[in-house]
């Protein structure tokens, strides 16, 4: 019996893989784990038995006989730390493949997630169209620097890594933006991700779950 992982009872993203158990099915996935889902309402985000487990009241959480954990980051380097293929084993490969982790979650998605939030509630506000183009740019200048230190190699760090998993869920967030497609570097990183079967499997699992949800 695997852990066991909350997920929307009815996906926001509609079937896109967007939602942030992704990435922790993605982990599981890549290191063989089974796991489970529990699919919860909005309305039972907001219940103490939920708010247990994750004080801010938002999905994913994890509980597993070795932990009990919420936040996606988190849950994933815990998979990383407690089974092989998503983690180098040794310094200081380890230790850089932990850096881009944090890197994917605190220094290239707050300007994407930024972005994302100004156009679904900020349309009507005289001072959208500017705005959206200071956010643009913002992200325009991560994702640059991050095809810089890219190059020509197929992932950041010699083999794929956690870091690696984190950081494509993360520029996953611009397909459709034409933000990413102007960065071929990146978009065929992204895509090169997208192809691995662990990442098939997580996706097909959520999506098949989303249309679940619809039919019900």
Not at 37 to 55: C, D, I, N, V, Y
Not at 73 to 85: K, M, P, Q
Not at 123 to 145: I, Q
Not at 150 to 155: H, K, V, Y
């Amino acid at each position: 019996m695997g852990p066991v992982i909350t997920v929307f009872a009815r996906s926001p993203d509609r079937g896109r893989g967007l939602a942030r158990d992704m990435a922790v099915r993605w982990a599981l996935e890549e290191v063989g784990q089974p796991y489970a889902t529990r699919g919860l309402s909005f309305a039972q985000l907001r219940e103490p038995a939920h708010l247990a487990l994750h004080p801010f009241g938002q999905i994913p959480t994890y509980e597993g006989e070795d932990a009990a954990l919420f936040e996606s980051g988190a849950i994933v380097f815990h998979i990383a730390t407690r089974h092989a293929g998503l983690l180098p084993v040794a310094d200081p490969a380890r230790a850089r493949a932990i850096a881009w982790m944090f890197a994917a979650q605190a220094t290239v998605e707050p300007p994407i997630v930024e972005r994302s939030m100004a156009l679904l509630t900020e349309r009507d506000r005289s001072w959208h169209a500017e705005r959206l183009v200071l956010l643009a740019d913002r992200v325009r200048k991560r994702l640059g620097e991050l095809a810089q230190w890219l190059g020509g190699r197929d992932w950041l760090e010699g083999d794929f890594s956690a870091g690696d998993l984190l950081m494509v869920a993360v520029l996953r967030r611009l397909h459709g933006s034409g933000l990413l497609e102007a960065v071929p570097p990146l978009a065929g990183y992204v895509a090169r991700g997208e192809a691995r079967p662990a990442f098939v499997r997580a996706f097909e699992a959520q999506r098949a779950a989303f249309e679940a949800a619809e039919r019900s």
